[in-house]
Nanobody
């Protein structure tokens, strides 16, 4: 069992940076890949990025590639989403999710979810 909690969201201006934290409870955190998703008002939840169990592999949606970076620290059961050069289109509720290695990279493939944190980017 893994419980996830996101933090670090807020209101920023276009071009600013923000770092989100995904804090996990439970000893199994290091067994799961961590994914970040986001959901904008009136839109479906979409994949943002992924980090492998060890942290050695990452992957990102084209819309955030080069601007967002995911990292993790298994020693303290935490993962991070560093967001730079934020745009108004990045406004959404951001979720972290834990998935067993090999899971499909869709919302339905995730094992555990946090409750999300709101990021609002003003122009």
């Amino acid at each position: 069992q893994v419980q996830l909690a996101e933090s670090g969201g807020g209101l920023v201006q276009a071009g600013d940076s923000l770092r989100l934290t995904c804090a996990a409870s439970g000893r199994a955190f290091s067994r799961y890949a961590i994914h970040w998703f986001r959901q904008a008002p009136g839109k479906e939840r979409e994949f943002v990025g992924f980090i492998s169990v060890s942290g050695s592999s990452t992957s990102y949606a084209d819309s955030v590639k080069g601007r967002f970076t995911i990292s993790r620290d298994n020693a303290i059961n935490a993962a991070y989403l560093q967001m730079n050069s934020l745009k108004p289109d990045d406004t959404a509720v951001y979720y972290c999710a834990a998935a067993s290695p090999g899971s499909v990279w869709t919302a339905s493939g995730m094992n555990y979810w946090g409750k999300g944190t709101l990021v609002t980017v003003s122009s």
